[in-house]
């Protein structure tokens, strides 16, 4: 439209910046040659009132502003900005003379009106029917987005309307003007880019018989037209909630002293109500639950007498037979006087609900029924459990019983000849089997300890002791089977493992001896360089008080496989079932490992591939005592002498750093020459070729030690080197080369020769200042004077034998009964100092007697008799039983010679020092 009307209109294009890109023909003759307009800026051409960029603030659309020719100031213009894309902008110019021809003087109502039009943002038009012409005040041309000296006629503005809106105006006008009604319609019309919607008015005036026109207004209206349109996407919004909830409205107001009630479809369709029944109060109280039907009535009275608000959920009864459930409220609202005068509210179907919850009610019970029944199935469960674990628990109990009682015999025959003098073989050979006897005790106690561990019952201790002892009881244990099975077995310890930790020792050993075990046991012979074994013990320092443990034990036999390793510590699981048939087991061993290292708060880690060994790190939390044992300096210097240097082997490592503990300098030599002869140094000597060894090369000045390597001490003749017995360089522990230098010690002060390692048990030897000959019973019968008499209870004839000896050793004699039956008797009939016995025997058993004897006493006034129990029973709860029914202490079977020491002596009034 623009483009139509530039050539016929004085107009400028000027570009964003104000400078005159373009002009039209007409506007050429108001200014000189065309050169001196295009590109000169607009202040260059005209006197503005004020600056350019200040007048830009206030052009808006279709105003005018006035200004004057910069080459004739005489001469005024009207200047109409419009813009027609981003980038440029129309200037349309008009005289000011021309201007005011158009519009004469107005009178004072005129101006008024004029102004009160424009106030209102009301465009004026007008139509003369007759002539076809029109005229568009000044407004409406800034409506639809026109200057206001633009040239407008009626076809032209019907050209600007919308293309779909078009066909509408022609027709509504031409409607309206032949039937001479009022116009009043709406169109649509792009201004500026953008679509508007106009309301057009108007009315026919009739001049005389035969001219009239049509004079009206136009209004913007897009805003209304923008806000109905939300209002009615509202409304619908709504409407369709309303549907989707089955939530229906109702309303009711109060007309004098009558309610007039209406209600919505939705409402009434929840009732199933016809279109006529709506308002109809008698019909929806017809419909309404028989049960519910009084309650709600008088609950919607009540809301509409007193102004409270109404809520209900209630029934309706549909069709005699269906049911809805529906939740209603009400809110009421009151007149000036503060009366009810209406109700609004809302009915909600909740029948899905109601439905939905009878359901759920209904699988509730179920469900309940079925926790019932379970709970119940749980309970006869859980007391077949318990019956199933107390009758585990005494079998536990009984087996320990009856694998202790010949245990006992073991243990208790090698703990007397123990105090016996013997050779130095015949003396490794006892602490051998000592030590063997006490592992088997420990494996029989590793099935009571996973009974214990299962049931939540596993007590850990905290006692000092020596993990070089300990390690070293372990080895000799195994010595043997690894020397059988030719396995190199060899022992690492940190120079920083202190002498004494305060820890559970028996846990620990536990632990260490399961996992040797299996390295042993699953060594392969074939490998290259032979199997091996090894173990190190580091010490970690955690703090000031807390440290760690760690053994790593490493071999190189069948290794395990990753799938085998994530249930190996199962209890009774071996990586596959021909290896058990192969190497045999209970597969309890390492599940007691995992459970123990987990109780005492420590780890284990596993390294492995099938075919090539496996590598055990455990790391147990340790506590060291306040006040660290020193090591027991035995000699003031040590001399080294070995053909191959200490630094050349773990073995030799080892057993070189053991030896700094014990003395106070350690010298290595490379010739018995070098000894300088004291009375207060030893030698070691380490060989480990047979080539050129003879009893005068290895003859010393000072009294020595002889260690060989496997080699050499696999081929000793028992002639050769020196009539001293030499000791294998591996494995040995510092406890081990301790016990070793203490009796070079011994030996050198008394001029004795023999090197066999020390008893364990020699401290209680020269404790007791016992002889060798062990008393029968019938010596103990023959001569009570100056001993303690006691009477035992035992059914077991050997360990009669057993303990009869044992006590002959602590000068204690005593009368032995077979039964209960026959200790409650000869108790009776004489006195004793004591009451030693059994838990479990025949006629009468250890707790009936106790009880027994003690009604006795009380009936007859006597005077208690202290009686100690000696069981085999070794379960938690035992010791306690044994206290419970009366008993005053408590020994454990297997019996050793020092525990049964100790306990008599708490009990008996002889002295056990002498």
């Known amino acids: 439209m623009l483009t139509a009307l530039k050539d016929s209109m004085p107009i400028l294009i000027v570009t964003s910046e104000w400078y005159v890109s373009h002009t039209t023909a007409v506007a050429e003759k108001l200014f000189a040659p065309v050169d001196n307009v295009i590109n000169k800026h607009l202040e260059d051409l005209f006197i503005f009132p004020l600056c350019v960029e200040e007048q830009q603030k206030t052009i808006a659309d279709g105003s005018l502003v006035q200004v004057s020719l910069r080459t004739s100031p005489n001469v005024q213009f009207l200047l109409s900005f419009y813009d027609v894309h981003s980038n440029e902008v129309f200037v349309h110019i008009a005289e000011l003379s021309t201007y005011y021809c158009q519009n004469p003087l107005e009178d004072e109502q005129t101006r008024i009106l004029r102004h009160a039009v424009n106030s209102a943002n009301l465009g004026v038009w007008c139509y003369d029917l007759l002539n076809k012409t029109a005229y568009f005040s000044p407004k409406f ?481 340790i506590w060291r005592p306040r006040t660290q044992q020193q090591p027991n300096i035995l000699f003031n210097t040590l001399y080294w002498l070995s053909d191959i240097p200490w630094q050349s082997s773990l073995a030799l490592t080892q057993l070189y750093n053991a030896c700094t503990h014990f003395c106070n300098e350690l010298k290595v030599i490379e010739s018995p020459n070098e000894i300088k002869e004291t009375d207060d140094t030893a030698l070691i000597r380490v060989v480990t070729t047979q080539a050129g060894a003879s009893a005068e090369q290895i003859r010393s000045p000072i009294p020595e030690l002889v260690f060989l390597d496997e080699k050499a001490f696999a081929n000793l003749n028992s002639t050769a080197l020196t009539t001293q017995k030499p000791k294998p360089i591996a494995p040995q522990t510092q406890y081990a080369i301790g016990q070793l230098l203490s009796k070079l010690k011994a030996s050198q002060q008394s001029d004795e020769t023999d090197l066999g390692e020390l008893n364990d048990l020699s401290e209680l030897h020269a404790l007791l200042s016992l002889d060798d000959k062990v008393s029968s019973p019938t010596d103990d019968e023959s001569d009570t004077s100056g001993k303690q008499h006691i009477l035992l209870a035992e059914d077991n004839p050997f360990n009669q034998k057993l303990i009869v000896k044992q006590l002959s050793r602590l000068g204690v004699s005593c009368d032995i009964a077979n039964n209960g039956k026959e200790a409650l008797a000869m108790y009776k009939s004489q006195q004793y100092q004591l009451l030693l016995t059994d838990c479990h025997m025949p006629e009468i058993d250890g707790y009936e007697l106790t009880k027994l004897i003690r009604a006795f006493e009380s009936s007859e006034e006597r005077s208690a008799i202290p009686i100690v129990a000696v069981t085999g029973a070794a379960m938690k709860g035992d010791k306690e039983l044994c206290l419970d029914s009366g008993m005053n202490d408590y020994v454990s079977k297997p019996v050793r010679l020092q525990e049964l020491k100790n306990t008599l002596g708490k009990w008996l009034d002889m002295d056990f020092t002498q």
């Open 141 to 621: 041309k800034s409506l639809i987005g026109l200057p206001a000296s633009a040239e407008l006629d009626w076809d032209t503005l019907k050209s600007m309307i919308y293309h779909e809106d078009q066909p509408l105006f022609a027709e509504l006008l031409a409607h309206h003007i032949e039937q001479g009604l009022m116009l009043h319609f709406e169109f649509r019309l792009e201004v500026r880019g953008t679509i508007h919607w106009f309301e057009f008015k108007g009315e026919q005036v009739k001049y005389c018989i035969r001219t009239h026109s049509v004079y009206g207004i136009l209004a913007d209206c897009t805003h209304e037209k923008d806000m109905l349109v939300a209002l009615h996407d509202a409304e619908e919004s709504k409407e369709l909630a309303m549907q989707a909830g089955k939530i229906g409205t109702w309303r009711a107001i109060r007309v004098a002293n009558q309610w007039i009630w209406n209600w919505d479809h939705q409402a009434n369709e929840i009732f199933k109500l016809s279109e006529d029944d709506i308002g109809n109060l008698h019909l929806w109280e017809a419909s309404l639950h028989p049960d519910d039907k009084a309650r709600v009535t008088q609950a919607l009275e009540a809301s509409l007498n007193s102004g409270e608000t109404f809520e209900q959920r209630y029934r309706g009864l549909l069709n005699d037979k269906d049911i809805v459930v529906v939740y209603a409220k009400g809110v009421v609202g009151l007149d000036e006087q503060g009366r009810p005068a209406r109700i609004d509210g809302v009915v909600i179907d909740q029948t899905d609900v109601y439905i939905a919850q009878k359901k759920l009610q209904h699988i509730n019970q179920e469900l309940e029924q079925r926790v019932a029944e379970r709970t119940a199935d749980l309970e006869a469960a859980i007391i077949k459990a318990e019956q199933a674990n107390r009758t585990k628990s005494d079998f536990l109990s009984m087996m320990s019983h009856e694998l202790r009682t010949p245990m006992n015999g073991i243990i208790g025959s090698l703990d007397l000849m123990a105090l016996s003098e013997l050779d130095e073989d015949n003396q490794e050979l006892l602490e051998t089997a000592s030590i063997s006897a006490n592992n088997l005790v420990s494996i029989l106690n590793d099935i009571l300890d996973l009974a214990k561990v299962e049931q939540g019952k596993m007590e850990l201790e905290s006692y000092p002791f020596s993990p070089s002892k300990m390690l070293n009881n372990i080895i000799k244990t195994f010595e043997a089977h690894a020397r059988d099975k030719s396995v190199k077995l060899t022992v690492h310890e940190d120079i920083k493992l202190p002498l004494e930790v305060i820890g559970d020792e028996n846990r620990v050993r536990q632990i260490i001896f399961n996992v040797v075990s299996n390295a042993i046991k699953f060594s392969v012979a074939d490998r290259e360089g032979g199997a091996k074994v090894t173990i190190n013990v580091h010490w970690a320092c955690e703090g000031v008080a807390l440290s760690h443990l760690i053994f790593k034990i490493e071999d190189n036999g069948i290794g395990i496989a990753p799938e085998v390793q994530k249930k190996l510590f199962t209890p009774f699981t071996q990586a596959e079932r021909s290896i058990t048939r192969k190497y045999g087991g209970t597969g309890l061993g390492l599940a007691i490992c995992g459970k123990l290292i987990d109780l005492m708060g420590g780890k284990v880690v596993l390294k492995s591939k099938s075919g090539e060994g496996s590598t055990f790190t455990i790391t147990i939390p």
